[in-house]
């Protein structure tokens, strides 16, 4: 593997799951991480923060409703929302179907 660059099938990688998610971690590269997520249907992620990192999550389907500092807003297909560090935020999957998204720490 290259120090440069990395190149994987995601179809190869190992899941993760527990009760609430299913998890693939794509990518880890010093304080980067990459993630591939599906939310269980009508499970929620409770509320949490990322002390020293940023989070990205960028939604390929579902219907879904972060709460970010007590603000409540929905995601779903083609919506990308930006968590700076240290922000509490929790995610609920509102559907029957899992939520699907990628996430980057940084």
Known sequence: MSDS????SIDKINCEENDLIYRKKLIE??????????????????????????????FL?????YTIDDKKM???????V??????EHSLKNL???????IEITL
Do not use: D, M, R, W
């Open 5 to 8: 660059f990395e190149y994987k």
């Open 74 to 80: 929905k995601v779903s297909k083609n919506i990308i």
């Open 95 to 101: 559907s029957n179907k899992k939520l699907s998204y």
């Open 29 to 58: 590269k010093n304080n980067y991480k990459c993630f591939f997520v599906e939310l269980k249907p009508y499970k929620t992620i409770p509320a949490h923060n990322h002390s020293s990192n940023n989070q990205t999550a960028f």
């Open 82 to 87: 930006f968590i700076k560090a240290g922000t």
């Open 61 to 65: 389907n579902g219907k879904g409703e």
